[in-house]
């Protein structure tokens, strides 16, 4: 088995939402909170189907990363797409690191 921090090999970047006041009223926009290295994996994906023959994508993939202060109101970014975390739970054999369940968002 290889060392786990080797696998570590995707640059993802932790982003918030972060209330602005504007001339026009409060908005919100987007901070990067952080960059971390990150082990990526497909968990499973299935479709959809909506109301008026619409389909969504629904992809969910495992984020391991080293123990850090992140939580689910925050979201992912890597290669251009966003990944909503969902939960959270630590890795209990080594307690260095934890994953994160996340979904990808599509529109």
């Known amino acids: 088995m290889s060392n786990l921090s080797s ?3 995707n640059r993802i970047e932790v982003y918030a939402k ?7 009223g409060t908005t919100y926009e987007d ?3 952080k960059k971390l290295w990150a082990e990526i994996k497909f968990q499973s994906g299935n479709m ?5 023959n619409t389909e969504a994508n629904n992809t969910r ?3 391991r990363i ?3 202060e992140i939580d689910t109101s925050q979201y992912i970014k890597f290669k251009g797409l ?3 975390i969902e939960y ?3 890795d209990f054999k080594k307690n260095g690191f934890m994953d994160l369940m996340a979904k990808l968002k599509t529109e």
Do not use: M, W
């Not at 972060?18 to 026009?24: F, H, M, Q």
């Not at 959809?48 to 008026?52: H, L, P, Q, R």
């Open 7 to 9: 696998r570590l090999k």
């Open 18 to 24: 972060r209330k602005v006041a504007g001339k026009i």
């Open 31 to 33: 901070v990067l909170i």
């Open 48 to 52: 959809i189907s909506g109301e008026g």
């Open 61 to 63: 993939f495992k984020i």
């Open 66 to 68: 080293r123990k850090t």
């Open 82 to 84: 966003i990944y909503e």
């Open 88 to 90: 959270i739970y630590p």
